[in-house]
C-alpha cells in the first residue's frame, strides 16, 4: 500500500478536508512537501478540468518521484450547484460534462477520478428510483470515459449528512454490480464508514474487489492517529483482499497542515509495516 496526500487548488474549499491549500503558483512548494515527508503520491481537487495544471503537475511529479493517486471533482457541486441527480436533464448533462473534463486530465497522467459530492441527492421532483437511475447512466457513461484511458472511475459513498443516495459500501457495491458498472470502483472514505459502517474492517472485506481507493482519515476527520479510529482491522481486511493502492489524506489541516501530513504519514507507515 502506498500514501498520498490531498492538495486542494480552490479557494472555495478552504475549510474543506485537505492538508494542502493554495493555487496552482503553491503546487510545486507542495509537491515539494509531500516528497520531503515521504509520500508516495498527491491527490489533487481542481476547480475544474481545464484549470487542471497537467503539464506543470506531470513535471513536478517526475522531479519528486511522485505518483498522481487520485483528481476529484466535487468543485462542480462546490461552485456552480451541479449534480448527476439534479431533476432539470440540462443541469444533469453540465454535471456529467463538468466530471468528463477531469476524467480526461486526471487519465491523461494516469490516474482516476472521484465522483464524490457531484452524486447528489434524491428528493423534490426527483424520486429515489429516478435518482438511483441518473447515478447509474451517469456512472456508466464516466466509467467508460475512464477505461479510454486505462483507468477506473472512482464512486464515493457519503454519509447521511451529504448524501441520501448510498452510505454503506456494500449497498454501493450491490448497484454498481446490478448495473454492470464494471469500470466504476469504490472510494472508500473511512470517515463515512466510521459514521455509517458496523465495523469498516468488515465492509472493506465485503465489498473486495470493488475497492479501488482509500481514504485516510480517523473518527473526526483528523490524521490517522487524532481521532479513535484503530487502523489494524482496517489494514487487514485491505490486505486480505489484496489492495495495494493509495492511503490518501484527505482530513483536516489540524492542528497545522504540517502536523496533520505528518501525522497521516506516520500513522500509515506504522499500520502497513
Given amino acids: 500500500m502506498k500514501t498520498a496526500v490531498t492538495i486542494c487548488l480552490v479557494p472555495e474549499a478552504r475549510q474543506g478536508p485537505f492538508v494542502l491549500h493554495g493555487g496552482a503558483e503553491d503546487l510545486a512548494a507542495h509537491c515539494r512537501t509531500a516528497a520531503e515527508l515521504g509520500f508516495d503520491g498527491v491527490e489533487i481537487f481542481p476547480a475544474s478540468g481545464e484549470a487542471f495544471p497537467a503539464a506543470a503537475l506531470a513535471g513536478l511529479l517526475r522531479g519528486h518521484g511522485l505518483a498522481l493517486a487520485a483528481v476529484g471533482t466535487g468543485a462542480g457541486f462546490l ?31 494516469g490516474a482516476p477520478a472521484i465522483v464524490g459530492s457531484m452524486q447528489g441527492r434524491s428528493g423534490g421532483e426527483v424520486s429515489r428510483e429516478a435518482a438511483l437511475d441518473h447515478l447509474a447512466a451517469a456512472l456508466h457513461r464516466l466509467g467508460e470515459r475512464a477505461d479510454r484511458h486505462g483507468q477506473v472511475l472512482l464512486y464515493e459513498p457519503l454519509n447521511r449528512y451529504e448524501t441520501n443516495l448510498f452510505n454503506r459500501q456494500g449497498e454501493a457495491a450491490a448497484l454498481l454490480d446490478a448495473r454492470g458498472l464494471g469500470p466504476v470502483k469504490l472510494l472508500c472514505d473511512l470517515f463515512h464508514m466510521n459514521i455509517e459502517e458496523a465495523s469498516p474492517g468488515h465492509a472493506l472485506e465485503a465489498a473486495g474487489p470493488r475497492v479501488g481507493h482509500i481514504h485516510w482519515a480517523d473518527s473526526n476527520r483528523r490524521a490517522i492517529g487524532f481521532g479513535h479510529t484503530d487502523p489494524r482491522p482496517i489494514v487487514a481486511a485491505l490486505r486480505q483482499i489484496g489492495y495495494a493502492g493509495f492511503l490518501s489524506a484527505e482530513i483536516l489541516p489540524l492542528p497545522t497542515p504540517l502536523d496533520a501530513a505528518r501525522q497521516s504519514v506516520a500513522g500509515a507507515r506504522a499500520a502497513i509495516a
Avoid: N, Y
Fill in 79 to 109: 461552485k456552480h450547484g451541479l449534480h448527476v441527480c439534479h431533476e432539470d436533464p440540462a443541469v444533469r448533462e453540465r454535471a456529467i460534462a463538468f466530471i468528463e473534463r477531469i476524467v480526461d486530465a486526471a487519465g491523461s497522467l
